[in-house]
T-cell receptor, first 111, second 111 residues
Framework: QKEVEQDPGPLSVPEGAIVSLNCTYS??????FMWYRQYSRKGPELLMY????GNKEDGRFTAQVDKSSKYISLFIRDSQPSDSATYLC???????????FGAGTTVTVRA | EPEVTQTPSHQVTQMGQEVILRCVPI?????FYWYRQILGQKVEFLVS????????KSEIFDDQFSVERPDGSNFTLKIRSTKLEDSAMYFC?????????FGSGTQLSVL
């Protein structure tokens, strides 16, 4: 079983739709959960950060972590064409900050 | 806003040559990392560096790779004798703790 699994998509949605992304993981030691956005041939940009289980909201973005199910989600409300990118989930343990990444989901928001 | 800076953005080299990839981390960060991303694949951890020494390295980071923080501001990755399979995007990252911030990457092409 892969340590972090993420459906690579691609995902295509109309402008204004809700985008729903998720990852599952196998390592119960993961405590820090992040979502990064990556534009083509650029570095990952930190979008959302959550510690342990719970929800976090930042503008149009909501991140959820369910440690009991080893499942994390990112929701993008009122999606815009500028949200078109690859979204990477990433997570780390509490005793080191080495990130394990998912494969990334490519999202296209159609105008 | 402070950012991680990487140079060069593109590097082309012949197989067997040495390359040095350079990074300037965010100034008050304590942890430094190199990751790589082969085209179409996951972002993979190479090495982490803290307190002037390697804290963890992956099995990819063999004897051909080395890292250095020569002057308190730069952080470098050296590949001693490049192979074709070293062709990838190399990302430097830095953090104060669990939130990693990435540079824009160096695209390394080994011919």
């Amino acid at each position: 079983q892969k340590e972090v699994e993420q459906d690579p998509g691609p995902l295509s949605v109309p402008e204004g739709a809700i985008v729903s992304l998720n990852c599952t993981y196998s390592n119960s030691a993961f405590q820090y959960f992040m979502w990064y956005r990556q534009y083509s041939r650029k570095g990952p940009e930190l979008l959302m950060y959550t510690y342990s289980s719970g929800n976090k909201e930042d503008g149009r973005f909501t991140a959820q972590v369910d440690k009991s199910s080893k499942y994390i989600s990112l929701f993008i409300r009122d999606s815009q064409p500028s949200d078109s990118a690859t979204y990477l989930c990433a997570m780390s343990r509490s005793n080191d900050y080495k990130l394990s990444f998912g494969a990334g989901t490519t999202v296209t928001v159609r105008a | 806003e402070p950012e991680v800076t990487q140079t060069p953005s593109h590097q082309v080299t012949q197989m067997g040559q040495e390359v040095i990839l350079r990074c300037v981390p965010i100034s008050n960060h304590l942890y430094f990392y190199w990751y790589r991303q082969i085209l179409g694949q996951k972002v993979e951890f190479l090495v982490s560096f803290y307190n002037n020494e390697i804290s963890e390295k992956s099995e990819i980071f063999d004897d051909q790779f080395s890292v250095e923080r020569p002057d308190g501001s730069n952080f470098t990755l050296k590949i001693r004798s490049t192979k074709l399979e070293d062709s990838a995007m190399y990302f430097c990252a830095s953090s104060r703790a669990e939130k990693l911030f990435f540079g824009s990457g160096t695209q390394l092409s080994v011919l």
